[in-house]
């Protein structure tokens, strides 16, 4: 079955920028939207934005300046980042599938990765 | 954009029925997803749509909808059942198709 895998550091210096990819197996990346999400510590899910597989994309308007999603198809891969971070972008980031049959649901998530922004 | 409001926190009995909502414009539009999250875990999907499951998730989950409020019910509550549950939904609020998470709601099971 399909299954994401987030990489990227761990830590990150405040006004830097936050890199992360998220690795696809077991299935193709066509014909899907790939959405990053993030939950701070001890708050709820925030939609960071998603690409479709062919690389048209949508951000949430409170992150807008900052993110860039992109995707490689051939290393069935996707990528976030945000620049210019400070201490409230700490949070674990997930990557997710969302798929489309008429609805719109993410079926399949990676475990998440943690990210700290501290000098 | 539009914004999804959940109760904060909701608490059933063992083996009662327990109704969790999601309320929202954007509802109006689209169907809401339901997501549980335990402690430490990546979300996982319990409802979409009008009311389906995806496979591996119990028939004592459900799901509607009606106007502008979508509900989770869960019929005869296990205590594996506590954890927290989100709702998500697209929203065209901004002439953009993007994506909104309710607040989430922390289910404790009595």
Redesign the interface.
């Known amino acids: 079955q399909v299954q994401l895998q987030e990489s990227g550091p761990g830590l990150v210096k405040p006004s830097e920028t936050l890199s992360l990819t998220c690795t696809v197996s077991g299935g193709s990346i066509s014909s899907y939207y790939w959405?990053w999400?993030r939950q701070p510590p001890g708050k709820?899910?925030?939609?960071i934005g998603?690409i479709y597989y062919s690389g048209s994309t949508?951000?949430?308007?409170s992150l807008k300046s900052r993110v860039t999603i992109s995707v490689d198809t051939s290393k069935n891969q996707f990528s976030l980042k945000l620049s210019s971070v400070t201490a409230a972008d700490t949070a674990v980031y997930?990557c997710a599938r969302?798929k489309y049959d008429?609805?719109?649901?993410?079926?399949v998530?990676?475990?998440?990765t943690t990210v700290t922004v501290s000098s | 954009?539009s914004e999804l409001t959940q109760d904060p926190a909701v608490s059933v009995a063992l083996g009662q029925t327990v109704r969790i909502t999601c309320q929202g414009d954007s509802l109006r539009s689209?169907?809401a997803?339901w997501?549980q999250?335990k402690p430490g875990?990546?979300?996982?999907?319990v409802i979409?749509?009008?009311n389906?499951r995806?496979s591996g998730i119990p028939d004592r989950f459900s799901g509607s909808s009606s106007g502008n409020t979508a509900s989770l019910t869960i019929t005869g509550a296990q205590a594996e059942d506590e954890a927290?549950y989100?709702c998500?939904?697209?929203d065209s609020s901004?002439n953009?198709?993007?994506?909104?998470?309710?607040?989430?709601t922390k289910l404790t099971v009595l």
């Open positions: 959405s999400i709820g899910l925030e939609w998603y949508n951000y949430s308007p997930y969302e008429g609805y719109y649901y993410m079926d998530w990676g475990k998440g | 954009s689209y169907y997803s997501y999250q875990q990546a979300p996982v999907l979409y749509g009008k389906n995806p927290d989100y998500n939904s697209r901004d953009h198709l993007g994506v909104v998470f309710g607040g989430g």
